[in-house]
């Protein structure tokens, strides 16, 4: 839909009956509410697409919006259901990735995105999810809510609880350092996953 089609059905309105107002009618004004809902882009969707290189891709914003800033070149799962069903279904295992936007603790995301063999490994071998919120399942969470942590689940969807960091006190936390014990549990529960689920 062009422009120039667009700004007449926002001008335009019935002219009135004699006698009557200018003003437009009802329908008129959900129609101007909507389409100008529609129009107006998102903060958060200029935030990601205005770094972007010109000639973006759709796609690629789609990537950028879901990414949060932990790789732009994977594709993201929107929904935890959606990453549990893909990962079944491809036998891949899933990564969930919990962090809070705007969070001084969450920012291990800087050193995910420039390991290339973790975006490797996640672009190839998992099926990927970051979330700013808790999942329904209280198996995400075996010692707590805490922000940021790192979990993986099986294809049999599985949690895999075993995997765990080098933190007593947070088991399931990365810190920005510990890039190459996140890339060995990575590779651990993808060949595992591999052997086990690939034949069946």
């Known amino acids: 839909m062009g422009w120039k089609y667009l700004s007449v059905i926002l ?5 009135p009956r ?29 935030r990601v697409w205005l770094p ?50 705007e969070c001084p603790y969450s920012q291990g995301e800087k050193a995910f995105a420039s390991s290339p063999e973790i975006q490797q490994m996640a672009q190839e071998d998992f099926i990927m999810l970051n979330l700013v919120h808790s999942s329904s399942d209280d198996n995400m969470a075996p010692d ?6 790192i979990l993986f689940v099986d294809p049999s969807l599985t949690v895999r609880a075993d995997l765990t960091g080098k933190y007593g006190n947070r088991m399931y936390a990365y810190e920005p350092e510990d890039i190459s014990t996140l890339v060995q549990k990575k590779k651990k529960i993808s060949q595992a996953s591999y052997l086990i689920f690939s034949s069946s």
């Open 52 to 101: 972007c290189r010109k000639g973006c891709s759709l796609w690629h914003l789609h990537s950028c919006i879901l990414s949060t800033g932990w790789g732009d070149d994977i594709e993201w799962v929107q929904t935890y259901e959606e990453g549990l069903a893909r990962s079944k279904h491809s036998k891949k295992p899933l990564m969930v990735i919990h962090h809070l936007e």
């Open 144 to 149: 707590g809510h805490y922000v940021p942590r």
């Open 11 to 15: 001008i335009h309105h019935p002219k």
């Open 18 to 46: 004699k006698g009557g107002t200018s003003a437009p009618s009802p329908c008129h004004l959900f129609l101007y509410t909507f389409l100008l809902g529609t129009l107006l882009v998102p903060t958060r969707i200029w």
